[in-house]
Each structure stands twice: as structure tokens, then as C-alpha cells.
């Protein structure tokens, strides 16, 4: 069973079209969940670090919500250079600084 | 600012043959990790030093060995080769302290025939 889980897999938008992508975990005693962009041929891009349940951090179009077992980033009027998989990942207590990483999504925004 | 470099960017090996990659991050952190990347299962932890001098083996760590040079530099080493290693190999940084996020070089693409 995966620790962290992302949905959907791919996410196709309209420009401007608002959604929410999803990250859901199971480990117990999360020190953090953390919100990272991937482009093409690129290593993750760090976004966000959320810590505790009712947490939410913004960025431009971009706002990551937690709650007890699950995360969500909202994206907002979305942009065709939205376009990116965002990956999610835990931090928990008995990993010690290691992070578990979800599948992520697959966004994909045209104009 | 140059974050975390990872060379090379692209190597081809065949079975059976070694390779060292190599990682310097300029950022003065202490934990540095390695990370392989393959289609439908995400990043996975091979190796990370929470600081110089240690090591310790992550959820992958099996035909792999690592190396914390200094503070700067981390190199991940395959001694024998295999097609099953065939993956995007990630270093990434962080302040030492849990909660940090970790930074992210741009990869190394490796394929073994």
C-alpha cells in the first residue's frame, strides 16, 4: 500500500479554469508535507512546506491547504505555464528526514 | 546561483561496468540525498548523509554505494551495473533539521544495456 497517494494521475485544464489536485497519506506523526513542481528534464521545484492540519501557504495562482490525511493545492485561473507535475511528499517522524514522495500529477492547461 | 549540480547529465553503461555520479550543492547545507526516478513510482530514497561523515541507506539502497567527500559533495557510486538500474538519478540538499525542504539538482539520465 503507498504511503502517500496523489489524484488524479493527469489533469487537463482550460486556461483559466480553477481545480484542485489531491494528496492524501497514511503515516501517523507527520513532521511535514512538502509541494514541489517538476518540469520536463528538470529536478522537483520547491513550492511549499505545510506543517500542521488547517495550515495554507499561497503562491501567485497557487494555494496548498492541509488537513489530518490529506493536502490540496488549488490552482486558480490556471496558465498554460502552469503546465508541470506536481509531486507531493511527507516527512514523518520515523523517517527521520527522508521524504516519501506520492506519484504525482500530471497538469496539462491549454489556451 | 547554481543550488545543486549533478554531473554527468546523460551517461549510456553497460552491464556489468561502474560509474560514479557525482553531486555539489554550493548552498552550505548539511543533508544531502539521492533519489532515483522511474515511470509510475515516483521518487524513491536511495542513500542520504544527514551530515559530513555519516551515511545511512534509504528504502532502495541494494547495488549502490555513497560517499560524503566534505560538506559540498556527495557522489553515488554503482559497482557492477545492471539494466534494472536503468533510471533518473536526483541529489538534493537541505538545512540540517527536520522540516527543511530539500533542493533538487536537474538529474542524471542513465541507461544500461
Known amino acids: 500500500e503507498d504511503q502517500v497517494t496523489q489524484s488524479p494521475e493527469a489533469l487537463r485544464l482550460q486556461e483559466g479554469e480553477s481545480s484542485s489536485l489531491n494528496c492524501s497519506y497514511t503515516?501517523?506523526?507527520?513532521?511535514?508535507l512538502f509541494w514541489y513542481r517538476q518540469d520536463p528534464g528538470k529536478g522537483p521545484e520547491f513550492l511549499f512546506t505545510l506543517y500542521s492540519a488547517g495550515e495554507e501557504k499561497e503562491k501567485e495562482r497557487l494555494k496548498a491547504t492541509l488537513t489530518k490525511k490529506e493536502s490540496f493545492l488549488h490552482i486558480t485561473a490556471p496558465k498554460p505555464e502552469d503546465s508541470a507535475t506536481y509531486l507531493c511528499a511527507v516527512q514523518f517522524n520515523q523517517a527521520g528526514t527522508a521524504l516519501i514522495f506520492g506519484k504525482g500529477t500530471t497538469l496539462s492547461v491549454s489556451s | 546561483n547554481a543550488g545543486v549540480t549533478q554531473t554527468p547529465k546523460f551517461q549510456v553503461l553497460k552491464t556489468g561496468q561502474s560509474m560514479t555520479l557525482q553531486c555539489a550543492q554550493d548552498m552550505n547545507h548539511n543533508s544531502m540525498y539521492w533519489y532515483r526516478q522511474d515511470p509510475g513510482m515516483g521518487l524513491r530514497l536511495i542513500y542520504y548523509s544527514a551530515s559530513e561523515g555519516t551515511t545511512d541507506k534509504g528504502e532502495v539502497p541494494n547495488g549502490y554505494n555513497v560517499s560524503r567527500l566534505n560538506k559540498r559533495e556527495f557522489s553515488l557510486r554503482l559497482e557492477s551495473a545492471a539494466p534494472s538500474q536503468t533510471s533518473v538519478y536526483f541529489c538534493?540538499?537541505?538545512?540540517?533539521?527536520?522540516?527543511?525542504?530539500?533542493?533538487f539538482g536537474d538529474g542524471t539520465r542513465l541507461s544500461i544495456l
Open positions: 538534493a540538499s537541505s538545512d540540517q533539521g527536520s522540516n527543511q525542504p530539500q533542493h
Open positions: 503515516v501517523s506523526g507527520l513532521r511535514g
